[in-house]
């Protein structure tokens, strides 16, 4: 049996784009980000013309969950829709060279690349963001440990592995600049843990019926019903304006 980290966290191109209502665009670049033993990792990065980005945002994938998933893959576009460069890595942990070495090589493994990501996107020009789902909450832990994320950065905590400790003090110590998402059945969904984080201040939008895997399962219309709530709280967390 896998006893590592992440036991509870599984869930199941080079064109312009426009950001809307104005004439800017942004564009696929190629990037050559090297993670955990010096070993490639999968990207998208998106930017815009020198010196039109209004910041830089950074993405992090869940363990099974990666850039083409809704849960990022439409933050990643509102972030460009709102001028952000945005680097979105896609996930690669969910191999068996990562599940079934040691925890202290997975965490080794899990710091590597997300500082690797981290660097190649942060700091830009303006503001910062960096949305993290599930274990890449615990990779967005250890960049706040690490102090690699600019102060003030605009944090998103989807799905976060709140059963570790060291995450919920990290939110908790960002609580100002942090939107926690969770849904009630997620197994990281505990009343104790959320009042713990409101009560430290956090912003936190609670999806009902939705699963780890940010899904309201065998329900289609309910899915995106949960995406489209997620989605208006994000961009009223990221714009102050009312949802």
């Known amino acids: 049996m896998r006893s590592g980290l992440f036991s509870l966290c599984r869930c199941g191109s080079g064109a312009a784009r426009g950001r809307v209502g104005s004439g800017m665009t942004s ?18 990065v998106n930017r815009h013309p020198p010196g039109e980005a209004v910041g830089a945002a950074l993405l992090l994938p869940g363990l099974g969950y990666g850039a083409r998933q809704p849960g990022l893959l439409y933050p990643a576009l509102l972030l460009d829709e709102l001028g952000f460069d945005t680097l979105t890595l896609d996930t690669r942990w969910n191999v068996p060279a990562f599940m079934d070495a040691p925890q202290a ?11 690797a990501a981290c660097r190649a996107i942060l700091p830009g020009r303006g503001g910062a963001c960096v949305v993290a789902k599930s274990i890449g909450t615990l990779g967005l832990t250890l960049l706040l440990q690490g102090g690699a994320v600019p102060p003030g950065a605009r944090l998103v905590w989807l799905t976060p592995l709140l059963e570790r400790p060291e995450v919920r003090a990290a939110i908790a110590a960002h609580a100002a600049t942090s939107l926690v998402v969770i849904g009630t059945q997620d197994g990281q969904c505990r009343p104790g843990w959320l009042t713990e984080l409101t009560g430290a201040g956090v912003r936190v939008l609670v999806l009902d019926g939705v699963s780890h ?5 065998g329900d289609v219309v309910g899915t995106l019903g949960a995406l489209h709530a997620l989605m208006r709280g994000l961009r009223a967390f990221l714009t102050g304006q009312a949802a």
Do not use: I, K, N, S
Not at 105 to 115: G, S
Not at 213 to 217: D, K
């Open 213 to 217: 895997a940010l899904r309201v399962e």
């Open 27 to 44: 564009e696929t670049v190629t990037a050559d980000v090297r993670g955990f033993r010096g070993e490639a990792l999968p990207c998208v």
């Open 105 to 115: 090589e997975q965490l080794a493994w899990l710091r590597a690349d997300v500082w």
